[in-house]
């Protein structure tokens, strides 16, 4: 193979998956390309919410906080079962093994992490549920990166010191004690930072440039606007990459091997349609996972799973250049609720998102037609919602016919097409669960994951407020997601694998471009980035001979 450059390893991509696998390839002394396909790195790691899930993690070792690796182990049977391949005994068992490994070199090598001592797992009654698996970095000064941030994907997440701890607080920070308090903490952080000239950000751009930072101090080098179109094979094995480098093609060779840490396919509009029934268009994922990834890999004969699936959720839909709104904690506080097109509630609104999307999705095959997310005035005049924080974006929205508002729900119904008896009916029956405080319906309430975004001071459940002051509103809720679920199969080493379960050598993966261990479930806060981390740690040790059964 003639070759311009030489690596000990190729990674492509640079989200959190393919960071991971860098810095722990170069913490083993081995040479690092990194080749991003867009003119921007981070991907959507970048723009998320930052958390990892990492169950049994040296935090909450250290912290005394009660978990194992049975309990982590049984939980995951419980949540994910057998959804294929990607969610083996051996793969789930390497995740949970190696978080301790990823966390205490990440920590050595210099970031800084927090956990989320408050936020559960998301089925946490469940056996081997807890409170407190998810942890993530904290702000972070990204005057330390010098121009590099200028080209992050960083910039489209919230420009503010805040950390994903801070968002259940902050989303009451104006109508209860814990709120307000949290509101002040994060004021005070904010101009802190101003005061010592710092430029922190938090969440997911806190990851990943803490994450560049120690990539740049290790010696990796990362390639921009570098697609990877073509992998090299020889004698059977993976042996380097074809990219763009300065606008001319070039051949890289990988000495140890390639690591696909590229994203899904979120924004392939004809993949989607083939394989979802959707255009991609509410995906909230960098507009650069078109899957070029996984189609390389399919090139050298990879097999896939989970094609059909993503992180699902509910989302506004994009209008003109304000794009889709994955909701969280909008739809789980007081006083509203989501309503099919004949103005049924199908669902619990406090639910995980990916529970809700896979509930729209479902019931969209018997109610056809759109979803709306009906509201009373005290709805947003007590409650943060991330949505309604562009006054442009709310009027393009209501322009647009996603957004209507009414003096009563009966002009309410009239305007978004919904029998006006049916709507009447289904608040009513509601507000009679919101006085008892139970929801006989669909048990909105009755799990700490939903009363984790409540109000603490509506009683008798934190989850129930009525809807009888006006004006109401309804917004078009459709069903939106984080990104892809599928991609190609890897084991436990994050190998990738034919259909046959041989390995491709020389090939790994691991975030979203790989089917995910997490199966068609979403087990607790940050269930994305914490197995991308972990597996991309898995790859670099094996292709560096550190991994077991090398």
């Not at 390639?258 to 994922?285: F, K």
Request: overall charge negative.
């Amino acid at each position: 193979m003639e070759t311009e450059h030489t690596y000990d390893v190729v990674v492509v991509g640079s989200g959190a998956a393919a960071f991971a696998a860098a810095v722990t390839a170069a913490d083993a002394g081995l040479s690092v390309l990194m080749c991003e396909s867009t003119d921007r790195w981070g991907g959507s790691s970048s723009m998320s919410g930052g958390g990892l899930w990492l169950p049994n993690n040296p935090l909450m070792v250290r912290e005394g906080a009660g978990d194992s690796r049975e309990e982590a182990l049984g939980y995951l049977e419980q949540t994910i079962g057998d959804a294929g391949p990607a969610t083996s005994r051996e793969r789930k068992e390497a995740f949970v093994d190696n978080v301790a490994g990823f966390v205490d070199l990440a920590e050595r090598l210099g970031l800084r992490f927090a956990r989320g001592a408050d936020y559960p797992d998301y089925y946490p009654e469940l056996p081997g549920g807890k409170i407190g698996r998810a942890i993530e970095v904290e702000p972070f000064d990204v005057k330390t990166i010098g121009a590099w941030w200028k080209t992050s994907r960083g910039q489209d997440g919230v420009p503010l010191p805040v950390k994903t701890d801070d968002f259940w607080l902050l989303q009451r920070s104006w109508s209860t004690p814990g709120g307000m308090i949290r509101g002040a903490q994060v004021v005070t952080r904010a101009v802190g930072m101003l005061a010592r000239r710092q430029h922190l950000v938090g969440m997911g751009a806190a990851l990943m440039s803490s994450l560049l930072a120690v990539a740049q101090r290790l010696g990796v080098e990362l390639w921009l606007s570098a697609p990877v179109e073509v992998l090299v094979v020889e004698d059977g094995r993976v042996a380097g990459v074809r990219t763009r480098h300065e606008g001319r093609e070039v051949t890289v060779a990988a000495t140890k091997g390639v690591v696909l840490g590229g994203g899904g396919y979120d924004h392939n509009e004809e993949w989607r349609e083939r394989t979802q029934g959707v255009d991609g268009s509410a995906s909230s994922g960098s507009k650069g996972n078109l899957g070029t990834a996984i189609e390389v890999a399919q090139e050298v004969g990879a097999a896939v799973d989970l094609m059909d699936d993503a992180w699902w959720g509910g989302s506004v839909p994009p209008v003109g250049d304000h794009g889709p709104a994955f909701l969280v904690s909008e739809r789980s506080v007081p006083h509203c609720i989501l309503v099919d097109a004949a103005g049924e509630r199908f669902a619990n609104e406090s639910e995980s998102y990916v529970d809700l999307g896979h509930h729209m999705r479902e019931h969209a095959e018997g109610v056809p037609g759109r979803y709306w997310l009906i509201s009373d005035v005290r709805h947003g005049l007590k409650y943060l919602r991330s949505y309604a924080l562009d006054p442009r974006a709310t009027k393009a929205r209501t322009t647009a016919g996603v957004r209507h508002i009414a003096s009563s729900l009966g002009e309410l119904a009239g305007s978004i097409g919904v029998d006006a008896d049916r709507l009447q009916a289904t608040v009513e029956r509601f507000n009679g669960f919101a006085r008892t405080g139970i929801d006989h319906d669909f048990g909105r309430g009755n799990s700490a994951y939903d009363r984790y975004y409540g109000d603490p001071l509506m009683r008798p459940n934190p989850n129930l407020g009525p809807l009888e002051r006006g004006p109401f509103t309804a917004l078009e809720i459709v069903a939106g997601d984080l990104g892809t679920k599928g991609g190609v199969m890897t084991d436990e080493h994050a190998r990738v694998l034919r259909e046959d379960g041989s390995v491709i050598e020389g090939l790994y993966a691991s975030g979203n471009c790989s089917a995910s261990v997490m199966g068609r479930t979403y087990p607790g806060p940050g269930s994305t980035l914490g197995p991308a981390c972990v597996f991309g740690y898995v790859a670099a040790r094996h292709l560096a001979g550190q991994g077991r059964e090398v």
